[in-house]
């Protein structure tokens, strides 16, 4: 059952999700470079970052609650967590971008990987001493 303490905490783990997948999503600047611009399936007037980083953020935050609900509480798990929402930017473009289509993937890549480790260790600082009754 969830009490306030475990929504107070699943803010915080999306939050640090967010800023895990944003900070590589903004290697692709300005409308006219969204990948996405002429893609037949993305229609919404908005840079196509919004729909990868709140993808991103939704799936690291399932990830570290399911690994917390399962009391799989290792650095690593969380770190790994983090590094695949931070990572999760680049592999979507990597895949959604039509053909010939350049993207500076190599810093994306990088930048995800820094953001996630340091995600990870704050989601291992603030999620790896709850009880894990809280988490179901």
């Known amino acids: 059952m969830f009490n306030v303490t475990n ?3 699943l803010r915080y783990v999306l939050l640090v999700n967010v800023i895990a997948a944003l900070v590589p999503a903004m290697e692709v600047k300005g409308r006219a470079n969204d990948t996405l611009l002429h893609a037949s399936w993305w229609k919404v007037d908005q840079h196509s970052a ?7 953020a939704i799936l690291g935050t399932a990830l570290a609650f399911a690994a917390t609900r399962n009391d799989f509480r290792k650095w690593w798990v969380f770190v790994g967590c983090g590094v695949l929402a931070g990572n999760f930017p680049a592999t979507f473009y990597l895949a959604a971008a039509p053909e010939g289509t350049f993207l500076p993937f190599t810093d994306m890549y990088v930048s995800g990987t820094v953001c996630g480790v340091i995600a990870g260790i704050v989601l291992n600082l603030l999620l790896r001493h709850r009880n894990p009754s809280a988490a179901a």
């Open 7 to 9: 929504y107070v905490h």
């Open 50 to 56: 919004v729909l990868v980083v709140a993808m991103a």
